[in-house]
């Protein structure tokens, strides 16, 4: 993982709903629907989130029918926490 990679996850975890939704995986894979349940959030506005948790790797996403499912992306998330240990070095 580079610098530019990880300054991407960082912005994307900077902002509070993000990094709530990010939370919210970690217990597995969830439905948008179930995502946006848990906000006061339009659905455009978590499209939007969950884009930037998309584009920067934390994030996967599957389509089954109309429905869109999202999982933590377990590769980067230990590549981001090496990154991050790496630095303490």
């Known amino acids: 993982m580079d610098t530019r990679d990880m300054i991407l996850i960082c912005k994307a975890l900077s902002d509070t709903n993000r990094l709530e939704i990010v939370r919210m995986l970690s217990d597995g894979e969830k439905c948008g629907c179930k995502i946006l349940d848990k906000f006061d959030i339009t659905?455009?506005?978590?499209?939007?989130?969950?884009?930037?948790?998309?584009?920067?790797?934390?994030?996967?996403?599957?389509k089954e029918g109309k429905w869109h499912y999202y999982s933590l992306n377990k590769k980067i998330?230990?590549?981001a926490?090496?990154?991050?240990?790496?630095l303490g070095r």
């Open 43 to 62: 659905q455009p506005t978590l499209s939007h989130h969950m884009k930037i948790l998309v584009d920067c790797g934390l994030v996967n996403n599957r």
């Open 77 to 79: 998330i230990k590549e």
């Open 81 to 86: 926490s090496s990154f991050v240990e790496d």
